[in-house]
């Protein structure tokens, strides 16, 4: 009887695809080793217990006839125990029979266990084991003419009175069947033997030599290994002993060049190429290909596997058809899932675990298990900050990190401003976030829930060292973003993205003294002084004399709690939509943006207001309707206000990414203004509109910046300084509109693998010789009539085409000529 049914939690993730008995020990299962055990020693009938995963027992094993013997199974629906399990199949055991684990390593003499039982006449004989610590076991207790007194299961080393475990391994007379009440969790040795004992009937202890190895760690899993290469076990291993202790599979091949000390096996078909240096105690499975260049030392590798040039692997174990791409590193303790990808150059830092079907991207340093995370980036940092699923790329474990390597980046006592939007998980995570920074010896201002601008204007009016905000992701009401600003409430750069990475992947916090623990503020009037300030950049008498009509969508955002305060004063009426704080409301109406603005041009229309505006949730972008009911795209946004700035001031400085349409820079020249370009990153356009000599800023996606109030997006600042405009020169929105120039843009985008992103930007490069060519972010190449940039994604396996003409198709045709460029660059 071979107990199966096991899932093997410890042993995870290699156990999360397969049944614990079906993990290979040098590229056979387990449960294989264990019938090849019992048929050595004459036992060929067989009964298997199954239960997690069963189809793979059963179509790997069938009827047994492979393996010389008669194999049946018994499925476990609901777990019974060791000595359930067995009661479920007594319609088999109706002799004397042997049970055995099938997640075990031995080579203890069976037959002797069995013939010293029958000489006993007990009704149950256990193999019982000598090993040096027996904490982490059973315990059995015996005298002298080798009969079993007592059990002391998992004992302390107070009660251990003897170093005799128990292995697990029995010989069952089928009385024992009287002492285990069927349909119930019953064990062996806390309920059925006990019960024997007490019923006076006679248990015998039979001490076994040879090896056994109860693998339930990851660590007994990479010792076991160790044990049978040394010969310390005897188990059949396949393939030929080519060399001392260097086993070779069937159509394996190693490359004369490459290095393969023992003792070592190479797996069925695989292959080991020039340069490559296997190392002792290193197991490569079936079809494994250790390319040129890589070390693997006291590693087990499954079947399947790819192992790319120069890859380190030491200690560590890779599940079944695992990719590791050139010059990553696997340390030691780390496990790798079935199917999982580890990008070119990554790091998985020792005790690592990657669960099945994970990415780890390529740079990534990884130093936290990736179990339920969707994958291991290559950088903490994207675009708008650290994001990911809530509660599982996002948890509260990794945000307390994060914030404590942020505060380690700073100063002991320094001050951070934090705030949330409405949703539960950014309630939570900040409380998660504040703790963190607490823990590091910083104090935090919390401002609770606000906007973004809100919470960045705190951060300057306070004289704080920086603010951190968690928020939902825009379109993605199930994912969250962290967000961490500057003392000037800009973006943090990228010198400082990278120490708080470097603080978090060491794990280099400042763990404060209970003396030094942060505290946290509630600052009472942030709300006013943000207020105040606004208003003091425009003329509030000529606001209210304008007597403007404004409908407003506040996208069921923060910008509701905020906004009312603001425009109190300018005397506007204003028809409010979606008029409060809701996460749910807000995620519904992620879906329905279209309806939304068709919804507020019918509004602008029926009311007839002079200006439409639906700002986002977090109170950073603005979409403009104007007072015809037309909604604005951003270029035409951009445009649009870029013509009100030059017209009310003069030799005004403006920043806008590179990839704007060259009508804006017409617009600024005819106005005597200049055009600063600036990468398309919002950090580098925050940063270049703090200068001080910048008048206003913009950037392609409805995100507009007043410098004189405030160096980063804000939708409130927006409509407030868009209606002082039309006050100041007396136009509408859509006299503005329809005296802007054509523009025709055009966009595509190149699957382009990283470590193809340099070759594709040296093609770009070498390619635009001879034309005028501008290199603020990207290559952007001039043309007579139009202009095209490259620029490799810093997030995704991409390249980005933007491209203007002098009409939609002939934009459209520039651009898929780059496009066509780099697919021929990526080959």
Same mark, same amino acid.
């Given at each position: 009887?071979?107990?199966?049914?096991?899932?093997?939690?410890?042993?995870?993730?290699?156990?999360?695809?397969?049944?614990?008995?079906?993990?290979?020990?040098?590229?056979?299962?387990?449960?294989?080793?264990?019938?090849?055990?019992?048929?050595?020693?004459?036992?060929?009938d067989i009964v298997v217990t199954v239960a997690f995963l069963a189809n793979q027992i059963r179509t790997y094993f069938g009827d047994g006839s492979e393996f010389g013997a008669r194999i049946r199974y018994a499925s476990e629906d609901v777990p019974l125990g060791t000595a359930g399990s067995v009661a479920n199949a007594k319609a088999e055991l109706a002799e004397t029979f042997l049970v055995i684990s099938g997640d075990v390593l031995t080579d203890v003499d069976l037959g002797g266990l069995v013939k010293a039982h029958r000489a006993s006449g007990a009704v149950a004989t256990?193999?019982?084991?000598?090993?040096?610590?027996?904490?982490?076991?059973?315990?059995?207790?015996?005298?002298?003419?080798?009969?079993?007194?007592?059990?002391?299961?998992?004992?302390?080393?107070?009660?251990?009175?003897?170093?005799?475990?128990?292995?697990?391994?029995?010989?069952?007379?089928?009385?024992?069947?009287?002492?285990?009440?069927?349909?119930?969790?019953?064990?062996?040795?806390?309920?059925?033997?006990?019960?024997?004992?007490?019923?006076?009937?006679?248990?015998?202890? &039979?001490?076994?030599?040879?090896?056994?190895?109860?693998?339930?760690?990851?660590?007994?899993?990479?010792?076991?290994?160790?044990?049978?290469?040394?010969?310390?076990?005897?188990?059949?291993?396949?393939?030929?002993?080519?060399? &001392?202790?260097?086993?070779?599979?069937?159509?394996a091949y190693v490359d004369p060049e490459a290095r393969v000390d023992g003792p070592a096996v190479i797996g069925p078909n695989s292959r080991v190429e020039a340069g490559a240096h296997v190392r002792e105690y290193s197991v490569l499975g079936t079809d494994v290909v250790v390319k040129r260049d890589a070390f693997v030392e006291r590693s087990v590798v499954h079947d399947h596997v790819y192992v790319g040039p120069s890859v380190r692997l030491r200690g560590a174990v890779l599940g079944r058809n695992a990719d590791i791409r050139s010059h990553a590193r696997v340390d030691e303790?780390?496990?790798?899932?079935?199917?999982?990808?580890?990008?070119?150059?990554?790091?998985?830092?020792?005790?690592?675990?990657?669960?099945?079907?994970?990415?780890?991207?390529?740079?990534?340093?990884?130093?936290?298990?990736?179990?339920?995370?969707?994958?291991?980036?290559?950088?903490?940092?994207?675009?708008?900050?650290?994001?990911?699923?809530?509660?599982?790329?996002?948890?509260?474990?990794?945000?307390?990190?994060?914030?404590?390597?942020?505060?380690?980046?700073?100063?002991?006592?320094?001050?951070?401003?934090?705030?949330? *939007?409405?949703?539960?998980?950014?309630?939570?995570?900040?409380?998660?976030?504040?703790?963190?920074?607490?823990?590091?010896?910083?104090?935090?201002?919390?401002?609770?829930?606000?906007?973004?601008?809100?919470?960045?204007?705190?951060?300057?009016?306070?004289?704080?060292?920086?603010?951190?905000?968690?928020?939902?992701?825009?379109? *993605?009401?199930?994912?969250?973003?962290?967000?961490?600003?500057?003392?000037?409430?800009?973006?943090?750069?990228?010198?400082?993205?990278?120490?708080?990475?470097?603080?978090?992947?060491?794990?280099?916090?400042?763990?404060?003294?209970?003396? *030094?623990?942060?505290?946290?503020?509630?600052?009472?009037?942030?709300?006013?002084?943000?207020?105040?300030?606004?208003?003091?950049?425009?003329?509030?008498?000529?606001?209210?004399?304008?007597?403007?009509?404004?409908?407003?969508?506040?996208?069921?955002?923060?910008?509701?709690?905020?906004?009312?305060?603001?425009?109190?004063?300018?005397?506007?009426?204003?028809?409010?939509?979606?008029?409060?704080?809701?996460?749910?409301?807000?995620?519904?109406?992620?879906?329905?943006?279209?309806?939304?603005?068709?919804?507020?041009?019918?509004?602008?229309?029926?009311?007839?207001?002079?200006?439409?505006?639906?700002?986002?949730?977090?109170?950073?972008?603005?979409?403009?309707?104007?007072?015809?009911?037309?909604?604005?795209?951003?270029?035409?946004?951009?445009?649009?206000?870029?013509?009100?700035?030059?017209?009310?001031?003069?030799?005004?400085?403006?920043?806008?990414?590179?990839?704007?349409?060259?009508?804006?820079?017409?617009?600024?020249?005819? &106005?005597?203004?200049?055009?600063?370009?600036?990468?398309?990153?919002?950090?580098?356009?925050?940063?270049?509109?703090?200068?001080?000599?910048?008048?206003?800023?913009?950037?392609?996606?409805?995100?507009?910046?007043?410098?004189?109030?405030?160096?980063?997006?804000?939708?409130?600042?927006?409509?407030?300084?868009?209606?002082?405009?039309?006050?100041?020169?007396?136009?509408?929105?859509?006299?503005?509109?329809?005296?802007?120039?054509?523009?025709?843009?055009?966009?595509?985008?190149?699957?382009?693998?990283?470590?193809?992103?340099?070759?594709?930007?040296?093609?770009?490069?070498?390619?635009?010789?001879?034309?005028?060519?501008?290199?603020?972010?990207?290559?952007?190449?001039?043309?007579? *009539?139009?202009?095209?940039?490259?620029?490799?994604?810093?997030?995704?396996?991409?390249? &980005?085409?933007?491209?203007?003409?002098?009409?939609?198709?002939?934009?459209?045709?520039?651009?898929?000529?780059?496009?066509?460029?780099?697919?021929?660059?990526?080959?």
């Amino acid at each position: 009887m071979i107990l199966a049914g096991g899932e093997g939690t410890r042993l995870r993730p290699l156990t999360s695809n397969q049944p614990k008995p079906m993990l290979p020990m040098a590229n056979r299962p387990m449960l294989e080793h264990i019938i090849r055990l019992l048929g050595d020693h004459g036992f060929d009938d067989i009964v298997v217990t199954v239960a997690f995963l069963a189809n793979q027992i059963r179509t790997y094993f069938g009827d047994g006839s492979e393996f010389g013997a008669r194999i049946r199974y018994a499925s476990e629906d609901v777990p019974l125990g060791t000595a359930g399990s067995v009661a479920n199949a007594k319609a088999e055991l109706a002799e004397t029979f042997l049970v055995i684990s099938g997640d075990v390593l031995t080579d203890v003499d069976l037959g002797g266990l069995v013939k010293a039982h029958r000489a006993s006449g007990a009704v149950a004989t256990i193999a019982l084991k000598r090993v040096e610590d027996p904490v982490e076991f059973g315990i059995v207790i015996t005298r002298p003419d080798g009969t079993v007194e007592r059990f002391l299961e998992k004992p302390t080393w107070g009660q251990v009175f003897s170093d005799t475990i128990n292995t697990g391994i029995y010989v069952l007379e089928p009385e024992i069947f009287d002492y285990i009440p069927e349909g119930q969790v019953v064990d062996f040795s806390g309920d059925v033997f006990p019960a024997v004992l007490a019923d006076g009937k006679t248990i015998h202890g &039979h001490v076994v030599d040879g090896y056994w190895e109860d693998v339930g760690t990851l660590e007994a899993y990479l010792s076991s290994h160790q044990d049978i290469l040394d010969g310390r076990v005897h188990v059949e291993i396949e393939g030929f002993e080519v060399d &001392h202790g260097v086993w070779l599979g069937e159509d394996a091949y190693v490359d004369p060049e490459a290095r393969v000390d023992g003792p070592a096996v190479i797996g069925p078909n695989s292959r080991v190429e020039a340069g490559a240096h296997v190392r002792e105690y290193s197991v490569l499975g079936t079809d494994v290909v250790v390319k040129r260049d890589a070390f693997v030392e006291r590693s087990v590798v499954h079947d399947h596997v790819y192992v790319g040039p120069s890859v380190r692997l030491r200690g560590a174990v890779l599940g079944r058809n695992a990719d590791i791409r050139s010059h990553a590193r696997v340390d030691e303790g780390v496990v790798v899932g079935d199917e999982s990808f580890i990008g070119e150059h990554a790091v998985v830092n020792p005790g690592v675990k990657v669960y099945p079907f994970k990415t780890v991207e390529s740079g990534a340093v990884v130093n936290a298990s990736i179990v339920w995370e969707s994958r291991g980036a290559r950088t903490l940092f994207g675009r708008r900050g650290v994001s990911g699923l809530a509660n599982v790329d996002i948890t509260p474990e990794t945000t307390v990190r994060l914030a404590m390597a942020y505060g380690t980046a700073l100063k002991k006592g320094s001050v951070v401003t934090t705030s949330r *939007d409405t949703s539960r998980a950014a309630r939570a995570l900040k409380r998660a976030a504040i703790a963190g920074l607490n823990l590091a010896g910083v104090n935090v201002n919390d401002v609770e829930l606000a906007t973004v601008p809100l919470t960045r204007f705190q951060i300057r009016n306070s004289g704080g060292q920086g603010g951190l905000t968690v928020r939902l992701v825009p379109d *993605d009401p199930n994912s969250v973003e962290i967000r961490i600003f500057d003392s000037d409430g800009r973006d943090i750069d990228e010198a400082m993205q990278r120490r708080i990475e470097r603080l978090q992947y060491r794990e280099d916090y400042r763990r404060a003294f209970a003396g *030094d623990i942060g505290d946290i503020v509630f600052p009472p009037r942030a709300l006013e002084f943000y207020t105040a300030a606004l208003h003091g950049t425009v003329d509030i008498p000529r606001l209210r004399d304008s007597r403007f009509k404004v409908v407003l969508d506040y996208s069921y955002g923060a910008a509701s709690l905020a906004m009312p305060t603001v425009l109190a004063k300018i005397g506007a009426d204003v028809l409010s939509v979606n008029p409060f704080a809701s996460t749910a409301a807000a995620a519904a109406a992620v879906d329905d943006l279209q309806v939304r603005q068709a919804r507020i041009a019918d509004l602008v229309r029926a009311s007839r207001s002079d200006l439409g505006v639906i700002v986002d949730p977090d109170g950073e972008r603005a979409t403009l309707v104007d007072d015809e009911g037309r909604v604005l795209t951003p270029d035409d946004a951009l445009l649009a206000l870029l013509s009100l700035v030059v017209e009310v001031q003069s030799e005004a400085r403006i920043a806008l990414p590179v990839a704007v349409s060259r009508q804006a820079e017409a617009i600024a020249t005819a &106005h005597g203004a200049e055009i600063v370009w600036t990468k398309l990153s919002a950090s580098h356009l925050m940063d270049v509109a703090s200068d001080g000599s910048i008048d206003f800023a913009a950037s392609q996606d409805g995100g507009f910046i007043w410098p004189d109030f405030l160096p980063a997006f804000d939708g409130a600042a927006t409509l407030v300084r868009t209606l002082d405009m039309l006050a100041e020169t007396g136009r509408t929105l859509s006299a503005v509109v329809d005296d802007l120039p054509r523009y025709h843009l055009a966009h595509e985008s190149v699957p382009t693998p990283w470590e193809r992103k340099g070759a594709v930007m040296r093609e770009m490069m070498e390619r635009a010789v001879g034309r005028e060519t501008v290199l603020v972010d990207g290559v952007k190449v001039l043309h007579d *009539d139009g202009w095209a940039l490259v620029l490799p994604d810093p997030e995704e396996a991409l390249s &980005h085409v933007w491209a203007e003409g002098p009409s939609d198709q002939a934009a459209r045709q520039l651009a898929q000529e780059y496009a066509r460029r780099i697919r021929q660059a990526v080959r």
